[in-house]
């Protein structure tokens, strides 16, 4: 998930770069809900290992 975010991200900045604003706005728009997604997804994973963990 993390290696789409960075695609999606040079993606944006090469659209940017050679003018394609709506193409390079896309892209940022699409990288940052999948960052949210895996970010949110983390935090969770950490919170039920944490809460599984035997003591």
Avoid: D
């Amino acid at each position: 998930m993390v290696r789409l975010i960075i695609a999606l991200l040079i993606i944006a900045l090469i659209a940017g770069a050679l003018g394609f604003g709506g193409i390079a706005g896309a892209a940022t728009g699409v990288a940052q809900i999948v960052f949210w997604i895996f970010l949110v997804g983390l935090v969770l994973a950490v919170f039920r290992h944490l809460a599984s963990t035997p003591k």
